[in-house]
């Protein structure tokens, strides 16, 4: 990524439409990820492989990445909760897959009925799935460690517990792992300790997912950068919310945050104005979702170019 400072990775029609109340008809998925990536998102999660009978929202997961991979220089992202998941996503030709690891034990029963410790066995079976593939087809595999931060079912999280899931997933055989601000309640005193935290213990840590529940979402990312963090999951309009994690919301809205970076300086590859004209996708697609950004209701005049 070396004509780009900062790697922005859309998690809207993943993180975002899970939440969503309506359902975006497949056209339209295929137009926002096709738009997303051309106004120059590198990165887009574009789905999940979750049983259709509890998202319906996914049923059409395979036929998106399908779409998804004619896309030129785009990295296609999924997300899926357990080993049936991620086979699905690989045979769909998935080129990343973020495995959800609870760090809270509450949440983690809540979100995959799985203990932490239960998930890390599928994230050892999962991996071992992936390296029976030819080594070309082989997907990039993340643990995404979620709620790191705290939960609203749980209450607090233990840092010692975020250590030794994220040990825990490297030994498994992950290539990288991330952490994920589900609940929205990380403050940026935290980020910056807990990130450098896990670093010091495992290497290297894949960026931050961060959710703005609570306001902070951009301060976050502010404390983030300063310590040298460069890829950072956002949605467009704000959408998403894990549906099982009692008051999540949405992520940090993508256009506020390429604003952000842009305006400091920092290159994402995004022309902003083309990512605002996708927001009439989602408008258009899923009517009743309201959409949020502080960019799109002010304007980008007054952005430093
Ligand atoms: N894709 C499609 N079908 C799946 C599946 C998957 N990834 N995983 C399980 N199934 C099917 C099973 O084949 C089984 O089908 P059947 O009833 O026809 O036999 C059924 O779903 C139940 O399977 P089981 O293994 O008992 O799963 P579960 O009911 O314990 O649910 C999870 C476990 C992980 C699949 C579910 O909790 C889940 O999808 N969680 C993720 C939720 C989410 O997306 N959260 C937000 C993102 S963090
Ligand atoms: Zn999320």
Same mark, same amino acid.
């Given at each position: 990524? #070396?004509?780009?400072?900062?790697?922005? #990775?859309?998690?809207?029609?993943?993180?975002? /439409?899970?939440?969503?109340?309506?359902?975006? *008809?497949?056209?339209?998925?295929?137009?926002?990820?096709?738009? @997303?990536?051309?106004?120059?998102?590198?990165?887009?999660?574009?789905? #999940?492989? +979750?049983?259709?009978?509890?998202?319906?929202?996914?049923?059409?997961? @395979?036929?998106? +990445?399908?779409?998804?991979?004619?896309?030129?220089?785009?990295?296609?992202?999924?997300?899926?909760?357990?080993?049936?998941?991620?086979?699905?996503?690989? $045979?769909?030709?998935?080129?990343?897959?973020?495995?959800?690891?609870?760090?809270?034990? $509450?949440?983690? /029963?809540?979100?995959? %009925?799985?203990?932490? =410790?239960?998930?890390?066995? =599928?994230?050892?079976?999962?991996?071992?799935?992936?390296?029976?593939? *030819?080594?070309? !087809?082989? *997907?990039?595999?993340?643990?995404?460690?979620?709620?790191?931060?705290?939960?609203?079912?749980?209450?607090?999280? !233990? $840092?010692?517990?975020?250590?030794?899931?994220?040990? @825990?997933?490297?030994?498994?055989?992950?290539?990288? +792992?991330?952490?994920?601000?589900?609940?929205?309640?990380? &403050?940026?005193?935290?980020?910056?300790?807990?990130?450098?935290?896990?670093?010091?213990?495992?290497?290297?840590?894949?960026?931050?997912?961060?959710? &703005?529940?609570?306001?902070?979402?951009?301060?976050?990312?502010?404390?983030?950068?300063?310590?040298?963090?460069?890829?950072?999951?956002?949605?467009?309009?704000?959408?998403?919310?894990?549906?099982? @994690?009692?008051?999540?919301?949405? &992520?940090?809205?993508?256009?506020?945050?390429?604003?952000?970076?842009?305006?400091?300086?920092?290159?994402?590859?995004?022309?902003?104005? !083309?990512?605002?004209? +996708?927001?009439?996708?989602? #408008?258009?697609?899923?009517?009743?979702? *309201?959409?949020?950004?502080?960019?799109?209701?002010?304007?980008? &005049?007054?952005?430093? %170019?």
């Amino acid at each position: 990524m #070396s004509d780009i400072d900062v790697l922005v #990775s859309e998690v809207g029609p993943r993180d975002g /439409l899970q939440n969503a109340k309506q359902f975006m *008809p497949t056209e339209f998925k295929k137009r926002w990820i096709t738009a @997303a990536a051309a106004a120059g998102l590198r990165e887009i999660e574009v789905c #999940s492989f +979750v049983p259709p009978k509890l998202i319906p929202q996914m049923v059409d997961a @395979a036929e998106i +990445v399908a779409h998804a991979l004619t896309i030129p220089h785009l990295t296609v992202a999924v997300l899926a909760p357990n080993l049936k998941g991620a086979i699905r996503a690989m $045979e769909a030709g998935a080129q990343k897959i973020t495995l959800p690891v609870s760090v809270s034990h $509450e949440h983690s /029963l809540a979100n995959v %009925r799985k203990t932490p =410790d239960q998930m890390m066995d =599928d994230v050892r079976r999962i991996c071992e799935a992936r390296d029976e593939m *030819p080594k070309d !087809k082989r *997907p990039k595999i993340e643990s995404g460690l979620s709620t790191v931060f705290g939960c609203t079912i749980q209450g607090e999280v !233990k $840092e010692s517990e975020v250590l030794r899931l994220a040990v @825990a997933s490297m030994e498994a055989g992950c290539d990288e +792992v991330g952490l994920a601000d589900t609940t929205g309640m990380a &403050n940026p005193a935290q980020i910056r300790r807990v990130y450098k935290l896990v670093q010091a213990e495992i290497g290297q840590v894949a960026g931050l997912h961060i959710h &703005n529940t609570r306001g902070l979402g951009l301060a976050n990312v502010l404390a983030a950068l300063d310590i040298g963090v460069r890829t950072f999951d956002a949605s467009l309009a704000g959408l998403g919310g894990c549906p099982f @994690a009692p008051g999540a919301s949405g &992520n940090i809205v993508t256009e506020d945050l390429v604003y952000m970076l842009e305006s400091m300086g920092f290159r994402t590859g995004v022309d902003l104005e !083309k990512l605002l004209a +996708v927001r009439q996708i989602l #408008s258009e697609g899923i009517p009743d979702e *309201p959409l949020y950004g502080y960019v799109a209701a002010a304007g980008i &005049n007054a952005c430093a %170019r």
